[in-house]
């Protein structure tokens, strides 16, 4: 079965410090996405990616995140100068014709 | 605005002790409502989409079903390996992504 693939699977950065976020999206799909999820809360919807733009954001994507398609296969989301409340796991997702398929994530650990 | 509230948070089962898992939601315009499950420090497994109040869709033990205002899974003589968090998410609008509850954490004891 296809699978949305996010390196790495776990990354500690400090404050401030510039963070890449990487995803490998399935083949053939048009939408991508990235969610958040901090400890023990719920997924949130951060941003939506379609045709090589974006086409939906949500409040918490704000100028600290960009994302990019830089080739046919990767997608990423670039955090520029990471806050302490950024701490989270971070989802891609890709949207097939029954659903949304997610990647296993990237635990993001600010110190 | 939009809401999705899953009850319970949590929940314990004995194997095969059968229960439901609630998804009430108010939202406008659903355009699709999704289960996940999502097991510690994974991300979301897709199960099912249910786009139509009366729409009912079943895989192995559990069983999805939606109204117009919210929806169950059913889950059937669960097992140790159904342990995990379910999640409600929906589409409504004019949006492509998704809204998520806050999940029910299942825990199945043998």
């Known amino acids: 079965e296809p699978e949305v693939t996010q390196t790495p699977s776990h990354q500690v950065t400090q404050m401030g410090q510039e963070v890449i976020l990487r995803c490998v999206p399935i083949?053939?799909?048009?939408?991508f996405y990235w969610y958040r999820q901090i400890l023990g809360q719920k997924v949130e919807f951060l941003v939506s990616f379609y045709n090589n733009e974006i086409s939906e954001k949500s409040e918490i994507f704000d100028d600290q995140f960009s994302v990019e398609r830089p080739d046919g296969s990767n997608f990423t989301l670039k955090i520029r100068s990471t806050k302490l409340e950024d701490s989270a796991m971070y989802f891609c997702?890709?949207?097939?014709?029954?659903?949304?398929?997610f990647g296993s994530g990237t635990r993001l650990t600010v110190v | 605005e939009d809401q999705v509230t899953q009850s319970p948070e949590a929940l314990r089962l004995q194997e095969g002790e059968s229960s439901s898992l609630n998804c009430s939601y108010t939202?406008?315009?659903?355009?699709?409502l999704f289960w996940y499950r999502q097991d510690p420090g994974k991300g979301p497994e897709f199960l099912f989409t249910?786009?139509?109040a009366g729409e009912e869709k079943e895989k192995e033990r559990l069983k999805a079903t939606l109204t117009k205002k919210e929806s169950f899974l059913h889950i059937t003589a669960p097992k140790p390996e159904d342990s995990a968090t379910y999640l409600c998410a929906v589409q409504a609008g004019g949006a492509n992504n998704l809204f998520f509850g806050t999940g029910t954490r299942l825990t199945v004891i043998p």
């Open positions: 939202v406008s315009g659903l355009r699709g």
């Open positions: 249910l786009y139509s």
């Open positions: 083949s053939n799909h048009l939408y």
């Open positions: 997702a890709s949207l097939q014709d029954y659903g949304y398929t």
